[in-house]
Structures are given as C-alpha cells and as structure tokens.
C-alpha cells in the first residue's frame, strides 16, 4: 500500500509540474547513436514548461505568464521562442523572447485587444536552440469577455438659462463583476458653460455621481451635445452624450 501511494504521489506531481507536456529538443534528440534513457531526459536536450491549466485571460485585459526550461545534462544554450496559432487580437510581449543559457525560465506577457475572440485556445511555442531539434509544447489560453459598463445621461436635453447653475446625474450601469471606480472626462463645453467638479469619479460601488454645471450671463444659446467618456482603469471606455441647452 505505502509503495502504492509513493507512485501515486510522483505520478500526481509530474501532471502538475508538466514536465512531459511537450516534445524535447536540443542535439540529443537527433542523435541516431545514442539511445533514450528509462526514464528523465536524454543528454543534450531540453524540454519547454507551460501552466498545466489554462492561463486566463479577459477582453482588454493583460496576463503575465512563465514559459520554463529544463535542461538535460551537457545542454546549455540559449532557446529562441516563437509562437504560432495566436487567436486573432491576441499580441504578446516580448514577440521574440530568449531563454538565455543558465537561466531557467522567461516572462512573456499576453495583451488581449478588447474584440479578442471568446474561448479557450492552444498556442504552439517552439523552441529553438543553435543546434539541435526544436522542442514544442501547447500553451493553453483561456478567454473570457470583459466586464464592461454603460453610462447613462438625462433622456431629455438639459436645460439651463444663462446665470443659472443646475445639478445633472450621471448613472452607471455594471455588468457581471465589474466593480471598478470609473473617470469621467467631457468633451468640448458650450462657450460660458462650466462644470464642477471638472473630473468627476464614480467610486466603485457606487450608482451615479452629480455634476453642477454653471452658466454665465453672456454663455451661448443653443443646443449642444457634449460627449461623456468613462474611463475604467483596466479594460474599454465607454462613451455617451449630455444634451445640454442653453436659453435666455
């Protein structure tokens, strides 16, 4: 039983380290003399490392993530990285990594453009060493769509005469775990008209904020529409229009 239990325990830690995830590469595995061990690597060769579970990743969103190396005995050198079959909006950074010689691992970060395709995915990355095979091994990348947000102004234009100040409420509307404080920032104002506070934030957790907007005696008459742009600290902005008009 206890011998049981020990094989189990190793079986379970190589699935989770993903040690055997890819093919090896390096001199050795195109050395038709030598023969391939019982076990472990063979001399000259290296294996490349991903997370066993998908790496997750939103819509407008960045994820760091580590692409190791294990070196058998007699190789060390340097292991170019490419990678292919990368889901469209999907940009990674460096685009050329290296892992150098004595280092174990590298650091690339994976950019999702806010249209990025929704799923789960496998990108290829090959290893190339100055000589030898390439070794390969399926990175598994999961997608989700971003939690996004929509604002909301009065449905009728604001009327303001001039020499008046009068107080509008700007509403947010959340989806799923969004959660996050939002900037608001406004478009060109109507000659006269000023609005306070100039940056307004909705805090997280929060419906709506108000905004005063002041006229002076000589502001332009008119009817305008004067964009609204919230701005979240990580993914898309959303946009709106305040109607606003200006009477005597």
């Given at each position: ?5 020990t ?6 830690l ?16 195109t ?9 472990g690597?063979?001399?000259?060769t ?16 960045m994820?760091?993530?580590t ?11 340097d ?21 150098k ?17 929704v ?17 390969k ?14 604002l ?19 509403s ?7 959660d ?5 920032s406004?478009?060109?104002m ?5 609005l306070?506070?100039?940056?307004p934030?909705i805090?997280?957790?929060e ?10 005696d000589?502001?332009?008459l ?10 979240p ?16």
């Amino acid at each position: 039983m206890k011998r049981l239990f020990t094989g189990f325990t190793m079986v379970t830690l190589a699935v989770l380290s993903g040690c055997s995830q890819g093919t090896p590469g390096g001199p050795g595995t195109t050395d038709t003399n030598g023969k391939k061990p019982a076990y472990g690597q063979a001399d000259d060769t290296f294996n490349l490392s991903v997370p066993v579970m998908s790496s997750s990743l939103q819509q407008g969103s960045m994820s760091e993530s580590t692409i190791g190396i294990k070196r058998a005995r007699n190789f060390d050198e340097d292991v170019a990285l490419t990678f292919a079959d990368v889901p469209k909006g999907i940009t990674i950074d460096p685009a050329s990594p290296v892992i150098k010689h004595g280092d174990t691992d590298v650091k690339v970060t994976f950019h999702a453009a806010n249209e990025s395709p929704v799923g789960e995915f496998k990108i290829k990355i090959t290893g190339h060493p100055a000589k030898g095979g390439d070794a390969k091994v399926d990175f598994k990348l999961d997608i989700s769509a971003k939690d996004t947000f929509t604002l909301s102004t009065p449905r009728l234009s604001t009327s303001l005469k001039q020499g008046e100040t009068k107080m509008v409420s700007i509403s947010i509307s959340r989806d799923k775990t969004f959660d996050q404080d939002v900037a608001l920032s406004f478009g060109e104002m109507p000659t006269g008209v000023t609005l306070e506070p100039a940056a307004p934030v909705i805090k997280q957790g929060e419906a709506n904020t108000e905004i005063t907007l002041t006229s002076a005696d000589d502001a332009a008459l008119g009817t305008f529409a004067i964009k609204l742009t919230g701005h979240p600290a990580i993914g898309a902005d959303a946009s709106n229009e305040l109607k606003l008009t200006v009477i005597k």
